[in-house]
């Protein structure tokens, strides 16, 4: 790591000395270079008994290769997918969405889903947990559902479904589940180790997600029957820890909350997408296209967020000229043009952002 970067460093370590952080890796590009590339803390439960423990502490580190369930800082990595066939001309922004997925009742373009303006932040028909292997049923409900809104007039998260939706039309027009195309056409050429739809030796990978404090998920479905918890609640168990660390949510494809990635392989994507959609010299992205994905589409309420938001074709923007996207739970990646890094950080303690908040102040501090 560059002595420069040494104050990100400490701060990451603080976070794990503390014990505000248990699990996590870190990794940041800065001028087209990896300059900090971190991990710390363990994958799962913390290990116990005199006879195992150096044997089980070992196997237990967080490793550069381990996997974790990043939640929302997948959607930018499923509207890629989309836009990739947008770069290639197999799909338009601005036609509907019932010219590639006929059985689609709303009334809303392709861009409009890209930028969480279609209408459809929550599964109109409420599902068991196990529903999230069922894709066919919850594409079905979501093409026969009524829009919450005129689709283009405002915007609110499609927090669970807008995987769903990215992930359908992809599959409508080149044929390939989304995570099979994400590791076939992204996650391939680039080098990017992340994707939907675990194997079972990469699930053997993963890190178990866990609570800071037990009353978490309670607070980030906020008031029951509220636009929000009805976007986030259904299907059930997305913010349940024996659903989230269970093998069916890890081999099922819920694109908008069940990316599982490093962080090294987030930073990549992000410095890949920087410097115009070529990375180590191989483009899977017009320079024209980046340009376009990561304008800003909608700048106005978000009826989920509850706040103001600036969507692009996938993520958010923000007021300092960075765009990505952050997990509910703490993880988080993006690419701020303006100071030249990319930033991914990828965690299993279930918390606030602000982890993600010092430790970019410590990185501010050395640019």
């Given at each position: 790591m560059h002595a420069r970067f040494a104050p990100v460093r400490e701060c990451f370590h603080d976070l794990l000395a503390t014990g505000r952080e248990t699990g996590a890796g870190l990794t940041i590009w800065y001028d087209g270079q990896p300059v900090v590339d971190l991990t710390g803390g363990h994958r799962a439960g913390v290990p116990s008994g005199p006879a195992t423990a150096g044997h089980a502490a070992a196997d237990n580190r967080?490793?550069?290769?381990?996997?974790?369930?990043?939640?929302?800082?997948g959607k930018p990595v499923a509207a890629l997918c989309l836009l990739m066939l947008v770069d290639r001309g197999r799909v338009e922004l601005d036609r509907p969405v019932s010219a590639y997925w006929p059985e689609f009742r709303t009334p809303a373009i392709v861009r409009q889903v890209l930028s969480h303006t279609a209408g459809l932040p929550a599964f109109p028909v409420p599902r068991p947990a196990g529903a999230v292997a069922d894709w066919s049923l919850l594409c079905a409900d979501l093409a026969a559902a009524e829009p919450e809104w005129t689709p283009g007039t405002v915007a609110g998260e499609h927090a669970w479904t807008y995987g769903h939706l990215v992930g359908e039309l992809v599959r409508r027009v080149d044929g390939r589940s989304l995570g099979r195309f994400l590791a076939e056409e992204i996650a391939g050429p680039w080098r990017l180790d992340l994707g939907f739809g675990l194997s079972p030796a990469d699930q053997r990978r993963c890190a178990d997600l866990s609570y800071a404090d037990p009353g978490w998920p309670t607070r980030m479905l906020g008031e029951p029957g509220s636009l929000r918890a009805r976007a986030i609640g259904n299907p059930a168990g997305g913010l349940d820890l024996a659903v989230v660390n269970h093998p069916l949510w890890r081999s099922a494809e819920v694109p908008a909350?069940?990316?599982?990635?490093?962080?090294?392989?987030?930073?990549?994507?992000?410095?890949?997408?920087?410097?115009?959609?070529?990375?180590?010299g191989v483009r899977l992205f017009s320079p024209e296209l980046v340009t376009e994905a990561t304008r800003v589409?909608?700048?106005?309420?978000?009826?989920?967020?509850?706040?103001?938001?600036?969507?692009?074709?996938?993520?958010?923007?923000?007021?300092?000229?960075?765009?990505?996207?952050?997990g509910i739970g703490g993880s988080s990646a993006w690419a701020d043009p303006e100071r030249g890094y990319t930033f991914a950080y990828a965690t299993s303690r279930l918390a606030e952002h602000d982890r993600v908040e010092e430790l970019v102040e410590a990185l501010h501090s050395c640019l």
């Amino acid at each position: 790591m560059h002595a420069r970067f040494a104050p990100v460093r400490e701060c990451f370590h603080d976070l794990l000395a503390t014990g505000r952080e248990t699990g996590a890796g870190l990794t940041i590009w800065y001028d087209g270079q990896p300059v900090v590339d971190l991990t710390g803390g363990h994958r799962a439960g913390v290990p116990s008994g005199p006879a195992t423990a150096g044997h089980a502490a070992a196997d237990n580190r967080w490793r550069p290769d381990t996997l974790v369930n990043v939640y929302s800082v997948g959607k930018p990595v499923a509207a890629l997918c989309l836009l990739m066939l947008v770069d290639r001309g197999r799909v338009e922004l601005d036609r509907p969405v019932s010219a590639y997925w006929p059985e689609f009742r709303t009334p809303a373009i392709v861009r409009q889903v890209l930028s969480h303006t279609a209408g459809l932040p929550a599964f109109p028909v409420p599902r068991p947990a196990g529903a999230v292997a069922d894709w066919s049923l919850l594409c079905a409900d979501l093409a026969a559902a009524e829009p919450e809104w005129t689709p283009g007039t405002v915007a609110g998260e499609h927090a669970w479904t807008y995987g769903h939706l990215v992930g359908e039309l992809v599959r409508r027009v080149d044929g390939r589940s989304l995570g099979r195309f994400l590791a076939e056409e992204i996650a391939g050429p680039w080098r990017l180790d992340l994707g939907f739809g675990l194997s079972p030796a990469d699930q053997r990978r993963c890190a178990d997600l866990s609570y800071a404090d037990p009353g978490w998920p309670t607070r980030m479905l906020g008031e029951p029957g509220s636009l929000r918890a009805r976007a986030i609640g259904n299907p059930a168990g997305g913010l349940d820890l024996a659903v989230v660390n269970h093998p069916l949510w890890r081999s099922a494809e819920v694109p908008a909350v069940n990316l599982h990635a490093t962080a090294s392989g987030l930073a990549r994507l992000y410095a890949g997408l920087l410097a115009g959609g070529t990375l180590d010299g191989v483009r899977l992205f017009s320079p024209e296209l980046v340009t376009e994905a990561t304008r800003v589409q909608y700048d106005g309420p978000d009826l989920v967020l509850d706040r103001r938001a600036y969507w692009t074709l996938g993520m958010q923007w923000e007021p300092d000229g960075s765009w990505g996207m952050g997990g509910i739970g703490g993880s988080s990646a993006w690419a701020d043009p303006e100071r030249g890094y990319t930033f991914a950080y990828a965690t299993s303690r279930l918390a606030e952002h602000d982890r993600v908040e010092e430790l970019v102040e410590a990185l501010h501090s050395c640019l």
